[in-house]
């Protein structure tokens, strides 16, 4: 079975009262919104609840070369129908009631020093095993089912330009910015929407697509265009009415990297921060900007999200 089924079942479900223990199989667990009541690991952090597939679990039984009991791998549910660790962080799994959001995927190995490692030999959990969050409480049990819900990123690109929008020339730097974003997806395994948007330098649509993006949960906007000084160049003031926290180190780390070299690049009134929790970047209208503020911005957005989503990843 893979990611094209989107079920699984419980197998198991154990609980350890220290870390770093092998866990045991108990009839059912209590989960609430600090993990599972009775076990070590609860607690108010990412990695409250973890869970490891009988695809994963199997294929480490037969290197250990014996049977290998439920909760061996310090596992909190083990699962069959879903090879979990090609999930990624902010999917989420519908059990009964329970609603499970995955966090991190594998973890280190602390080797020698783990009871795991050293009663089983080898441990699954560090390459397959992963760890989720609880977003509703509940109970589970052996032989509940469930659903795989991935997260589809939300992502609105908005281009402004009086010019384009009037097809008296093409679009470059909207597509160019989708460009930068797609192998960033695809990198961190995540699901997408892209919503491209071409407009006028005009503020009211543009504060209109800003409000469509917070009022419909996007997850990120990016504008490209309208960051000089000109007198149509309103991105910069119409973003910043919108924003509820600025980021203002993005911008000005890309303006003093490339600002050194070309003093034109200082010009630019380009803008980052959080509306509602919607990551806004407004960026210059080149082609060229673009590729120059993605590799700077590319660097920071994973754990923007993290951050975002209140899940500390340091």
């Known amino acids: 079975m893979n990611l094209s089924s989107s079920s699984l079942k419980v197998i198991s479900v154990n609980i350890s009262t220290e870390k770093g223990t092998v866990k045991k199989p108990v009839e059912n667990i209590q989960l609430t919104h600090e993990g599972i009541i009775n076990d ?25 070369g014996r049977p290998l009991a439920y909760g061996e791998f310090a596992e909190n549910i083990t699962t069959e129908g879903i090879i979990l660790h090609e999930t990624a962080p902010f999917d989420q799994f519908q059990i009964g009631d329970v609603l499970l959001e995955v966090t991190q995927i594998g973890k280190k190995c602390h080797g020698s020093s783990c009871a795991i490692f050293k009663e089983v030999g080898n441990c699954v959990m560090p390459k397959e095993g992963i760890f989720a969050r609880v977003l509703n409480e509940g109970v589970l049990k052996p ?9 589809t990123f939300k992502v609105m690109v908005i281009t402004l330009s009086d010019r384009a929008s009037k097809g008296t020339y093409e679009d470059l730097s909207g597509p160019a910015l989708a460009d930068e ?19 006028p330098d005009n ?8 409000q469509k993006a917070k009022m419909e949960s996007y ?14 160049d309103i991105t910069p003031d119409v973003v910043k009415a919108h924003l509820d926290v600025e980021i203002p180190g993005i911008m000005e780390q890309i303006r003093h990297k490339y600002g050194s070299e070309k003093p034109q690049a200082l010009l630019s009134r380009s803008i ?6 919607t990551l ?7 082609k060229k900007a673009i590729k120059e503020y993605m590799s700077e911005i590319l660097l920071t957005l994973r754990h923007l999200l993290f951050m975002l989503k209140g899940i500390d990843i340091h």
């Open 219 to 232: 997850d990120m906007v990016f504008t490209t265009g309208g960051t000089g000084i000109g007198l149509r």
């Open 280 to 286: 806004v970047y407004a960026l210059p209208g080149s």
């Open 272 to 277: 980052a921060g959080r509306m509602g929790e």
């Open 40 to 64: 070590a690991h609860a607690g108010s952090w990412h990695r409250m609840v973890s869970l490891l597939g009988t695809e994963s679990f199997r294929k480490f039984e037969k290197e250990a």
């Open 143 to 151: 032989g509940d089912k469930g659903i795989y819900l991935p997260k």
């Open 203 to 210: 503020k009211d649509q543009l504060s209109t697509l800003l």
């Open 181 to 199: 974003l797609i192998p960033f997806f695809g990198m961190n395994n995540w699901h997408y929407n892209l919503d491209r948007q071409l407009i």
